[in-house]
């Protein structure tokens, strides 16, 4: 048999880990459940303008004739006072959430990660104190009153949204790789590196960062939910999206006037949120006990 | 306990740093703003003239670092300038606002650590039976619902369906509230004896301090019971019952309190969700508290009660750590006693 | 020949896992006579900790399912014991020392909480002592480990101690609870060579002064060459060989048996010694027959169908072995 290359050592290896991870992962139905619900989630999401049943619903569109009707088979979900499709408007507010929290992550994790690795690395250094200080301040308050507070110092946006829960979230990965990454920086396999005169970065990133990926996709799974969550409270306080955009937050809100008579208006909203949160919870879960991550 | 001391010490030290610090993010991040507060202050309608004395009375044209320094010592002295809304000083709503919401939360607390430990501990003593199994699928749907969802739920159960429990407000209208000592409406009637008004002042507290509670009980409940799931399994259980220590000892004593090293541990992460979802809890139930006030202030750019808010809950989130992270220490020796380790 | 004080007859333990029945144990024999010191050998994952846990019933009983087989503690089978005589037995008659000292103390209560309760509830006659008699008896029992400055111990936490410390610390306990048999899983494994000597040795002394019974396991041949009367060789879940300790040492039988004691090194050279050859098989799947066949050098044909019975080629020797099964009387030196 001819001898793999280097590197196809390395990708075939990885393939099998990959392989066996999803073997593991697989076992569990709960998290294969949560999985398969996520991608049930995403394609309404992302194909939400085709396979919605009334696309017009999303935007600006009133029709007084079908308005506040309860769920029937034309409208499964009910109407809203504006005749608007409540279907159609949760798979929208799916799609703005899914963004929310995927933006967010895309903004947080690299900043989070790589301060984190540097305060860590250098521990006990002016650089870990200022950083980590830096991070004490922002964690000082609860997550959900700095967002509420940074948000309603800007224009009520979806954007404005996504930078407040941003500006209160990023602590927690920089606080997560310090803590991983200073007592791995005391392991053998570092000193080894850095012995053999392994430059800085190369150490942090190859060596370190590489073990420190499983917690870190743990959290950004179960992180999806909550971000979602607080955004949810952010647009149900009407600082998120703004009307008529559809936001699964403002949807109970608006619909709470309406309780108890014309309940749909709020209550699907309100189970889409959950089921979201559920779904990345169970996912989570699945995706800690896969990579064998220390609970607590 | 000397020790102790130093801890509180050091902590409280660092904490006025960190509330500096956080009064700069504050400050900073609300005069990004784009927009005019004396403007909005003054309404649409006000003259030209009127907007710019405000503006030189609030310092606004002047460079950010004077208008800080004008700020924080204000604030030095307990002045942390006036409410655009309620155009009384700050720190006197503070006065009035904060002891409905530190009510609110010391309930919600107590109630979520509580419970939370019970459910749990339950679900870990009856593992994998019928019991862990419905306590678990409890303790999920608690977990994933918001806590407004909860409390709109109850709004509308107990306004339309039971009518047995309020949901507005502290008291019912016509009750009239004991002597303000603590400004805890149910320590106050205790302490004059207006039982009364207690039991008033509890209908009221239930409704809202479970809707805040359920989300992170059930968090402790999860916790709580993977730990004990993790525990019994270890040596030092099987060690002790083959001392023929008993099983009602095992369970009750040692298997129980290093079990509840990470629930006591992220009862910081909790009690910062009760202080979180209050700002809409207090909202729904009309609960006058610092939260709905600080969430009217946010909903209004209202600056000076946002920053005051903002601190003054932030104070509270720090004591609750310093007083979690004592408790770690004192339940978990090998946390408490630091490096004093026998073979390092 | 004196009754045994402790008898394994046939013990089958499985346990339930994700993927089917874990066949771990099968059809283990082991006996215990008044005052013998007995070693147990084998390598990691035989099944030796399962075995001595299920005496004591310390199994978690999902998943593991014992089948069938007996455990005779003087005559009665602790497996059909009910929680009252079960609890006797454990506060007074048998106690087992853990492989890892920290692990086997908890953390969070101080040593002084964890000795007293164990001098507390073993008391035999079952009435209540007073405070001051629990802890004079937990104080000489410390001493009795060699542990100095008692009182300070008392008040320690077990991270606040050495690992040779919290051995000592464990061993205590044991005695607390046994006057008849004490069970060592590997002690003193994993600490410094030189205090792993001492706390045998102590062992050793305990056992003598209070004429008490003791199974040693051990992977280190070593450890039980200079501790034991008898051994028994365990290989993945059944016993094959039995010796007193001065033949097995001498006159390996077992082709098992022969490897172990081929891989150590000798310090009168000849090098370093070979392993042997493959692996514990899978319990899942176990192999049939004997289960050392796959990687025996001497395997037949019968291996494979039939598990061999214990053969006795001397008054001192059986092996379960089908190259001895016209033994039955003479020991042929090899």
Redo the contacts between chains.
């Keep these: 048999m001819q001898k793999k290359s280097p590197t196809q050592e390395r990708l075939s290896r990885r393939w099998e880990n990959i392989r066996r991870n999803w073997y593991k992962f697989s076992r569990n139905s709960l998290s294969i459940i949560g999985l398969v619900v996520i991608c049930i989630i995403l394609f309404f999401a992302i194909f939400a303008p085709f396979v919605s049943p009334y696309p017009e619903s999303a935007g600006k569109f009133i029709n007084f004739y079908e308005a506040s009707q309860p769920p029937n088979f034309t409208h499964l979900c009910g109407t809203d006072a504006f005749g608007r499709d409540i279907l159609t408007r949760i798979f929208f507010g799916c799609r703005y959430s899914l963004m929310m929290g995927v933006t967010v992550l895309l903004l947080i994790v690299p900043v989070g990660v790589v301060l984190g690795l540097i305060a860590g690395y250098h521990r006990g250094k002016w650089l870990d104190i200022v950083i980590m200080r830096i991070t004490d301040i922002f964690i000082a308050v609860p997550p959900l009153i700095l967002a509420l507070a940074v948000c309603s110092v800007l224009t009520p946006s979806i954007f404005h949204a996504m930078l407040a829960i941003s500006i209160a979230w990023w602590p927690w990965y920089t606080r997560l790789l310090y803590g991983i990454v200073s007592s791995l920086k005391d392991e053998f396999f570092v000193h080894s590196a850095e012995v053999t005169g392994a430059g800085k970065m190369h150490i942090l990133f190859r060596e370190i960062l590489l073990n420190c990926i499983s917690p870190i996709l743990t959290k950004m799974s179960l992180d999806m939910g909550w971000i979602i969550l607080i955004g949810a409270s952010l647009s149900f306080v009407g600082l998120g999206a703004q009307p008529p955009t559809p936001d699964l937050g403002s949807m109970v809100a608006d619909g709470s006037k309406y309780l108890p008579d014309q309940w749909w208006i709020s209550v699907f909203p309100a189970f889409a949120i959950m089921l979201i949160v559920l779904s990345f919870n169970l996912f989570g879960d699945g995706i800690r006990d896969t990579l064998g991550v220390e609970r607590g | 306990m000397g020790k102790t001391i130093k801890f509180i010490a050091k902590r409280l030290l660092?904490?006025v740093?960190?509330?500096v610090?956080?009064s700069i993010?504050?400050f900073v991040?609300?005069r990004?703003?784009?927009g005019n507060p004396a403007r909005m202050a003054l309404g649409a309608r006000a003259p030209e003239w009127a907007v710019e004395r405000l503006r030189e009375e609030m310092h606004l044209n002047e460079p950010f670092y004077v208008q800080y320094y004008y700020w924080a010592n204000g604030a030095l002295h307990g002045n942390f300038g006036m409410s655009l809304i309620t155009r009384r000083s700050v720190a006197n709503d503070i006065k009035e606002f904060f002891p409905a919401s530190l009510e609110l939360a010391l309930y919600a607390g107590i109630f979520m650590g509580i419970i939370g430990i019970i459910l749990g501990t339950i679900s870990g003593w009856y593992a994998?039976t019928w019991v862990d199994n419905l306590v678990r699928i409890i303790s999920?749907m608690g977990?994933?619902?918001?806590s407004?969802?909860f409390a709109?739920f109850f709004?509308?159960i107990f306004s339309?369906?039971l009518e047995i429990l309020p949901t507005i407000g502290r008291l019912t209208p016509g009750v009239v509230p004991p002597p303000s000592i603590t400004g805890i409406i149910t320590f106050d009637a205790l302490i004059a004896g207006r039982f009364n008004v207690f039991f008033d002042a509890l209908k009221h507290l239930l409704l809202p301090a479970i809707s805040l509670a359920m989300g992170p009980l059930s968090q402790e409940a999860r916790?709580t019971r993977?730990?004990l799931v993790?525990n019994?399994?270890?040596?030092?259980i099987?060690?002790?019952?083959?001392?023929?220590?008993?099983?009602r000892?095992i369970m009750f004593k040692?298997l129980l309190?290093?079990s509840l090293?990470?629930t006591i541990?992220?009862y910081g992460l909790d009690f910062?969700?009760i202080?979180?979802?209050a700002?809409?809890v207090e909202?729904?139930f009309s609960w006058p508290g610092l939260s709905r006030y600080?969430?009217n202030?946010?909903?209004q750019?209202d600056?000076n009660a946002?920053t005051a808010v903002?601190l003054v809950?932030?104070l509270v989130?720090?004591i609750a750590n310093i007083v979690v992270d004592l408790t770690v220490g004192y339940?978990?020796?090998?946390i408490g006693?630091g490096v004093?380790?026998?073979?390092e | 020949m004196s009754k045994p004080l402790l008898e394994i007859k046939n013990l089958h333990v499985w346990f339930k896992v994700f993927g089917g029945i874990l066949k771990v144990l099968d059809g283990v024999n082991f006996t215990v006579r008044s005052g013998e010191k007995v070693g147990l050998v084998g390598e990691a994952g035989c099944g030796k900790t399962t075995t001595m846990k299920a005496i004591m019933r310390l199994l978690s009983m999902p998943p593991a399912i014992i089948p069938k087989g007996e455990i005779l503690f003087k005559g009665k089978d602790i497996l059909r014991m009910n929680q009252a005589e079960l609890q006797q037995i454990r506060k007074e008659k048998i106690s087992m020392i853990f492989q890892d000292p920290t692990a086997a103390l908890n953390p969070v209560f101080t040593i002084g909480t964890q000795i007293q309760d164990a001098v507390r509830f073993s008391e035999r006659s079952g009435r209540k002592m007073k405070k001051d008699e629990i802890k004079a008896r937990a104080i000489q029992v410390l001493k009795e480990v060699s542990l100095p400055d008692q009182e300070r111990v008392l008040q320690n936490y077990p991270i606040q101690l050495s690992g040779g410390m919290r051995q000592r610390v464990c061993i205590s306990m044991a005695l607390v609870s046994a006057s008849e048999l004490i069970i060592g899983d590997e002690p003193g494994t994993s600490l410094d060579v030189t205090i792993k000597d001492q706390i045998l040795k102590l062992l050793k002394e305990l056992a003598k002064k209070h004429d008490t019974s003791i199974i040693l396991i051990s992977h280190a041949l070593g450890t039980v060459k200079n501790m034991t009367d008898k051994v028994y060789v365990m290989y993945a879940g059944a016993m094959v060989e039995l010796a007193k300790t001065k033949e097995l040492f001498a006159h390996p039988l077992h082709p098992y048996s022969q490897g172990l004691l081929a891989a150590i090194p000798r310090l009168t050279g000849g090098g370093i010694g070979e392993g042997i050859d493959g692996h514990i098989p899978e319990y899942i799947n176990p192999p049939k027959g004997c289960r050392f066949h796959p990687r025996c050098k001497q395997a037949m044909p019968i291996c494979k169908d039939k598990k061999p019975p214990f053969f006795k080629v001397s008054e001192n020797h059986e092996v379960a072995c089908f190259l001895f099964q016209n033994f039955g009387g003479d020991c042929i030196d090899k």
């Design positions: 660092f904490s740093f960190v509330l610090g956080l993010l504050i991040i609300a990004v703003m784009p994998n999920y977990i994933i619902t918001p407004f969802v709109i709004v509308l339309y369906v916790i993977a730990s993790d019994v399994q270890k040596d030092y099987a060690s002790e019952r083959s001392c023929g220590i008993p099983e000892t040692y309190k290093p090293i990470p541990t992220i910062a969700s202080l979180g979802n700002f809409l909202l729904i600080g969430m202030a946010m909903l750019k600056l946002i903002v809950l932030g989130f720090i339940l978990d020796p090998r006693l004093e380790r026998g073979d």
